[in-house]
């Protein structure tokens, strides 16, 4: 008998964020999310203080064989004048009746909160981690990336949920890029500098507070067309900056300059997923802290993960710089792998920024949606 229960007690949560484990505990590409993250993310992140969620339980019997969050994004609505509700958290055994069982669950909470349309997965927004992987199943996800078995695009189709967009993942193995381009980075620096008067400087992280401000502005500003856009409130932004904060490459953390003014920035991350797959179930205690901190320097990938330029500074060749730059310093550390993550499909003009330095597109994440 199967039955759906909304998280309501400790005891449940920690149900709801451990169940992924036992789902992928033969898939040797998984890599488990941090508990105590997880549980901030559910719980106390500031995203709650403007917007809602809940999560649900299906249980065949007694055990647990799917999940999911039904999330209203009050901030994102209220920015982009829709009234749509968002699936997160998704993760089910493979059969369609727990999928749609649900889904449905999703559906009817979000009802009545008034949504017209549900769309997703997002875990809860777009400014974390999102999409459902569609192509590329033969490699790891990178840190803060998503993760998903083939037959999950199958449920979700099955459901009645139809393409709203795809998200773009780009990989360099080794030091497979062009190096032509790397070879004009100065020229494309020296003209940004003379014509322009834009600088490429590193994130001054001793005085990252005020770095942190004048970077938020820029982030609204910079993804304001970005799909399922809105903006961060600064408890958000500061929430996650201080998070980057604690894994941050100085070296990898850079932004264009005018005058003292931000107008662009890029930022790179290294992969920790290469040791939180070996934390087991997430949890930093009694031994993950220590694998965490102590093998920090052994990592050999990055994640560009945060690249944008506010308008009127876009066409200038800031984005092919910045990326540049990251990808000239990952070549000098003699890293094995970077990926730059996501893109949506239609920015033109920051993937063709990307595959000039020799970017593989070898991974796609959709964004589904279904009218309700």
Same mark, same amino acid.
């Given at each position: 008998?199967?039955? &759906?229960?909304?998280?309501?007690?400790?005891?449940?949560?920690?149900?709801? &964020?451990?169940?992924?484990?036992?789902?992928?505990?033969?898939?040797?590409?998984?890599?488990?999310?941090?508990?105590?993250?997880?549980?901030?993310?559910?719980?106390?992140?500031?995203?709650?203080?403007?917007?809602?969620?809940?999560?649900?339980?299906?249980?065949?019997?007694?055990?647990?064989?799917?999940?999911?969050?039904?999330?209203?994004?009050?901030?994102?609505?209220?920015?982009?004048?829709?009234?749509?509700?968002?699936?997160?958290?998704?993760?089910?055994?493979?059969?369609?009746?727990?999928?749609?069982?649900?889904?449905?669950?999703?559906?009817?909470?979000?009802?009545?909160?008034?949504?017209?349309?549900?769309?997703?997965?997002?875990?809860?927004?777009?400014?974390?981690?999102?999409?459902?992987?569609?192509?590329?199943?033969?490699?790891?996800?990178?840190?803060?990336?998503?993760?998903?078995?083939?037959?999950?695009?199958?449920?979700?189709?099955?459901?009645?949920?139809?393409?709203?967009?795809?998200?773009?993942?780009?990989?360099?193995?080794?030091?497979?890029?062009?190096?032509?381009?790397?070879?004009?980075?100065?020229?494309?620096?020296?003209?940004?500098?003379?014509?322009?008067?834009?600088? &490429?400087?590193?994130?001054?992280?001793?005085?990252?507070?005020?770095?942190?401000?004048?970077?938020?502005?820029?982030?609204?500003?910079?993804?304001?067309?970005?799909?399922?856009?809105?903006?961060?409130?600064?408890?958000?932004?500061?929430?996650?900056?201080?998070?980057?904060?604690?894994?941050?490459?100085?070296?990898?953390?850079?932004?264009?300059?005018?005058?003292?003014?931000?107008?662009?920035?890029?930022?790179? &991350?290294? =992969?920790?997923?290469?040791?939180?797959?070996?934390?087991?179930?997430?949890?930093?205690?009694?031994?993950?802290?220590?694998?965490?901190?102590?093998?920090?320097?052994?990592?050999?990938?990055?994640?560009?993960?945060?690249?944008?330029?506010?308008?009127?500074?876009?066409?200038?060749?800031?984005?092919?710089?910045?990326?540049?730059?990251?990808?000239?310093?990952?070549?000098?550390?003699?890293?094995?792998?970077?990926?730059?993550?996501?893109?949506?499909?239609?920015?033109?003009?920051?993937?063709?920024?990307?595959?000039?330095?020799?970017? =593989?597109?070898?991974?796609?994440?959709?964004?589904?949606?279904?009218?309700?």
């Amino acid at each position: 008998m199967k039955k &759906i229960v909304p998280v309501q007690s400790k005891k449940e949560l920690a149900s709801f &964020i451990d169940f992924p484990h036992d789902l992928y505990k033969n898939d040797p590409l998984y890599v488990p999310e941090l508990f105590i993250a997880q549980k901030d993310l559910l719980t106390t992140h500031p995203f709650h203080k403007h917007s809602s969620l809940q999560t649900f339980l299906a249980y065949d019997g007694d055990k647990i064989v799917g999940r999911i969050a039904a999330i209203y994004n009050t901030n994102h609505n209220k920015f982009n004048n829709v009234n749509d509700g968002f699936f997160g958290f998704f993760d089910v055994i493979n059969d369609q009746e727990t999928a749609n069982l649900l889904f449905d669950t999703a559906i009817k909470w979000l009802k009545e909160k008034g949504a017209e349309k549900i769309a997703g997965p997002v875990n809860p927004s777009t400014n974390e981690t999102c999409g459902l992987l569609v192509k590329g199943f033969d490699k790891p996800p990178v840190v803060m990336m998503t993760y998903n078995p083939e037959y999950y695009v199958t449920l979700l189709e099955n459901a009645g949920f139809k393409k709203q967009t795809d998200l773009l993942a780009w990989y360099w193995d080794g030091q497979n890029y062009n190096d032509k381009s790397l070879k004009m980075l100065d020229m494309l620096q020296e003209r940004l500098k003379r014509n322009s008067n834009v600088v &490429i400087r590193k994130i001054n992280l001793k005085n990252f507070k005020q770095e942190a401000d004048a970077l938020r502005d820029v982030y609204n500003k910079a993804w304001d067309k970005n799909l399922g856009f809105f903006p961060m409130t600064n408890e958000e932004f500061d929430y996650t900056a201080k998070d980057l904060k604690m894994i941050l490459d100085p070296d990898f953390a850079l932004v264009a300059e005018q005058d003292g003014k931000i107008v662009g920035f890029g930022v790179a &991350i290294p =992969d920790i997923n290469q040791i939180l797959k070996t934390i087991k179930k997430g949890r930093l205690l009694p031994t993950g802290i220590f694998k965490l901190l102590l093998n920090k320097k052994k990592i050999t990938g990055i994640r560009i993960m945060l690249l944008g330029v506010i308008d009127g500074y876009r066409k200038l060749g800031i984005e092919a710089s910045l990326y540049g730059s990251i990808i000239k310093e990952y070549r000098r550390k003699g890293l094995k792998y970077a990926e730059a993550s996501w893109t949506l499909e239609n920015n033109d003009m920051v993937n063709r920024a990307i595959e000039a330095i020799g970017g =593989d597109q070898y991974k796609t994440y959709r964004i589904y949606e279904k009218p309700i």
